[in-house]
Protein backbone atom coordinates (compact mmCIF):
# COMPACT_ATOMS: atom_id res chain seq x y z
CA UNK A 1 0.00 0.00 0.00
CA UNK A 2 0.91 3.27 -0.41
CA UNK A 3 2.44 5.81 2.25
CA UNK A 4 -1.05 7.79 4.02
CA UNK A 5 0.94 11.06 4.29
CA UNK A 6 1.84 10.78 0.45
CA UNK A 7 -2.30 10.53 -0.38
CA UNK A 8 -3.11 13.03 2.25
CA UNK A 9 -0.81 15.26 0.46
CA UNK A 10 -1.64 14.73 -2.89
CA UNK A 11 -5.28 15.35 -1.97
CA UNK A 12 -4.69 18.38 -0.67
CA UNK A 13 -2.79 19.71 -3.64
CA UNK A 14 -5.75 18.76 -5.61
CA UNK A 15 -8.42 20.61 -3.06
CA UNK A 16 -6.29 23.53 -2.85
CA UNK A 17 -5.77 23.59 -6.93
CA UNK A 18 -9.80 23.81 -7.16
CA UNK A 19 -10.67 25.98 -4.59
CA UNK A 20 -8.01 28.53 -6.22
CA UNK A 21 -9.68 28.21 -9.74
CA UNK A 22 -13.46 27.64 -8.12
CA UNK A 23 -12.43 31.25 -6.55
CA UNK A 24 -10.42 33.15 -8.89
CA UNK A 25 -13.12 34.47 -10.84
CA UNK A 26 -14.70 36.38 -7.63
CA UNK A 27 -11.23 38.04 -6.84
CA UNK A 28 -10.24 38.93 -10.50
CA UNK A 29 -12.65 39.09 -12.68
CA UNK A 30 -12.37 38.93 -16.42
CA UNK A 31 -12.86 42.05 -18.04
CA UNK A 32 -15.76 43.17 -20.36
CA UNK A 33 -15.37 44.33 -23.75
CA UNK A 34 -18.06 46.39 -25.90
CA UNK A 35 -18.63 44.86 -28.91
CA UNK A 36 -18.09 46.80 -31.85
CA UNK A 37 -20.83 47.81 -34.17
CA UNK A 38 -20.54 46.78 -37.84
CA UNK A 39 -22.92 45.98 -40.56
CA UNK A 40 -25.77 46.60 -38.62
CA UNK A 41 -25.90 50.28 -38.81
CA UNK A 42 -29.23 50.08 -41.62
CA UNK A 43 -32.24 49.44 -41.53
CA UNK A 44 -33.98 48.54 -44.67
CA UNK A 45 -37.74 48.90 -45.38
CA UNK A 46 -39.81 45.34 -46.03
CA UNK A 47 -41.01 45.09 -49.69
CA UNK A 48 -40.95 47.45 -52.69
CA UNK A 49 -42.39 50.63 -52.28
CA UNK A 50 -42.48 53.86 -55.16
CA UNK A 51 -39.66 56.34 -54.69
CA UNK A 52 -40.21 59.51 -56.14
CA UNK A 53 -37.22 61.21 -57.24
CA UNK A 54 -36.23 64.48 -55.11
CA UNK A 55 -35.39 66.12 -58.22
CA UNK A 56 -39.23 65.34 -59.81
CA UNK A 57 -37.76 63.86 -62.68
CA UNK A 58 -40.13 60.40 -62.17
CA UNK A 59 -41.01 58.00 -60.00
CA UNK A 60 -39.37 54.23 -59.74
CA UNK A 61 -39.99 51.07 -57.75
CA UNK A 62 -37.12 50.33 -54.90
CA UNK A 63 -36.09 50.04 -51.74
CA UNK A 64 -35.95 52.51 -48.84
CA UNK A 65 -32.63 52.28 -46.76
CA UNK A 66 -32.40 53.98 -43.28
CA UNK A 67 -28.83 55.28 -42.11
CA UNK A 68 -28.98 54.75 -38.52
CA UNK A 69 -25.49 56.41 -38.01
CA UNK A 70 -27.34 59.71 -39.39
CA UNK A 71 -30.74 59.29 -40.15
CA UNK A 72 -30.34 59.67 -44.05
CA UNK A 73 -32.99 58.13 -45.80
CA UNK A 74 -31.97 56.27 -49.19
CA UNK A 75 -33.72 54.88 -52.01
CA UNK A 76 -32.45 51.99 -53.93
CA UNK A 77 -34.28 51.76 -57.46
CA UNK A 78 -35.65 48.24 -58.58
CA UNK A 79 -37.44 49.08 -61.28
CA UNK A 80 -39.87 46.35 -60.90
CA UNK A 81 -41.63 45.11 -58.02
CA UNK A 82 -38.90 42.69 -57.03
CA UNK A 83 -36.90 42.92 -54.04
CA UNK A 84 -33.52 43.09 -55.96
CA UNK A 85 -32.80 44.89 -58.75
CA UNK A 86 -33.61 43.04 -62.20
CA UNK A 87 -32.72 44.44 -65.78
CA UNK A 88 -34.17 41.84 -68.12
CA UNK A 89 -32.70 43.37 -71.32
CA UNK A 90 -29.36 43.50 -70.49
CA UNK A 91 -27.39 39.88 -68.89
CA UNK A 92 -25.34 41.64 -66.96
CA UNK A 93 -25.83 41.60 -62.91
CA UNK A 94 -27.76 44.78 -62.16
CA UNK A 95 -26.47 47.12 -59.77
CA UNK A 96 -28.39 49.77 -58.05
CA UNK A 97 -27.29 53.14 -56.75
CA UNK A 98 -29.01 54.96 -54.52
CA UNK A 99 -30.36 58.51 -54.26
CA UNK A 100 -31.47 60.37 -51.44
CA UNK A 101 -34.96 60.76 -50.46
CA UNK A 102 -33.81 62.72 -46.99
CA UNK A 103 -33.47 62.36 -43.41
CA UNK A 104 -34.60 61.76 -39.80
CA UNK A 105 -32.84 64.53 -37.45
CA UNK A 106 -32.61 60.99 -35.00
CA UNK A 107 -29.98 63.43 -32.82
CA UNK A 108 -32.84 65.04 -31.88
CA UNK A 109 -34.48 62.54 -30.38
CA UNK A 110 -32.24 62.65 -27.12
CA UNK A 111 -33.87 66.05 -26.67
CA UNK A 112 -36.89 65.06 -26.15
CA UNK A 113 -38.56 64.46 -22.36
Same mark, same amino acid.
Given at each position: ????????????????? !?????? $?????? &??????? $????? /????? +???? !?????? $? +????? =?????? $??? =???GFPTYSQDVYPTN?? &????????? /??? +?? /??????? =???
Amino acid at each position: MSNPLTTNVLLATIAAA !LVSIAV $RPYVEP &NAVHAQA $RNGGD /FYIEP +GVQM !LRMPDG $R +GQVFG =KVVVDL $RNG =KIWGFPTYSQDVYPTNIK &NGKLPVSQP /FAL +GQ /FALDETS =KLP
